[in-house]
Nanobody, 123 residues
Framework: VQLVESGGGLVQAGGSLRLSCAPS????????VAWFRQAPGKEREGVSA???????YYADFAKGRFTISVDNAENTAYLQMNGLKPEDTAVYYC??????????????????WGQGTQVTVSS
C-alpha cells in the first residue's frame, strides 16, 4: 500500500498551494484520510482529516486557511492551503487508515503514509 503525494514547493507568504495524495492500490472510500506536517526539530502534527462518513477536522492553525477534500471519482485527496505563513514551512504527509481512527490527530492511528512533500513559505 502506497500513498503518492505531490504539490509541494516554494511560495511567498500569503500564497497558496494544493497538495494531492493518491493511493497506489486501494480506494479512499473505505479509509479515513489525514494530512500531517513535520517541521525540522518538531514532532509530526495533525493538520486536517476527513472520516469515511465525511466528518472533517482541522487543527486550530489550519482553520479558515486550509481545506481538505477527497475526490472519490479521481480517488485523490487534496489539501488546499491558502494564506500561507512562514511557520507553515514543513514536510507535509498524507496518511490513511482503514475505516476509522479514534483520534484524528494522532499519527500512530494511521498505518499508511506517503513519502512527504516539502512546503516552504518565504517571508
Amino acid at each position: 500500500v502506497q500513498l503518492v503525494e505531490s504539490g509541494g514547493g516554494l511560495v511567498q507568504a500569503g500564497g497558496s498551494l494544493r497538495l494531492s495524495c493518491a493511493p497506489s492500490d486501494f480506494t479512499f472510500g473505505d479509509y479515513a484520510v489525514a494530512w500531517f506536517r513535520q517541521a525540522p526539530g518538531k514532532e509530526r502534527e495533525g493538520v486536517s482529516a476527513i472520516s469515511t462518513d465525511g466528518k472533517i477536522y482541522y487543527a486550530d492553525f489550519a482553520k479558515g486557511r486550509f481545506t481538505i477534500s477527497v475526490d472519490n471519482a479521481e480517488n485523490t485527496a487534496y489539501l488546499q492551503m491558502n494564506g500561507l505563513k512562514p511557520e507553515d514551512t514543513a514536510v507535509y504527509y498524507c496518511a490513511a487508515e482503514y475505516i476509522e481512527v479514534s483520534q484524528w490527530s494522532d499519527p500512530y492511528e494511521y498505518d499508511y503514509w506517503g513519502q512527504g512533500t516539502q512546503v516552504t513559505v518565504s517571508s
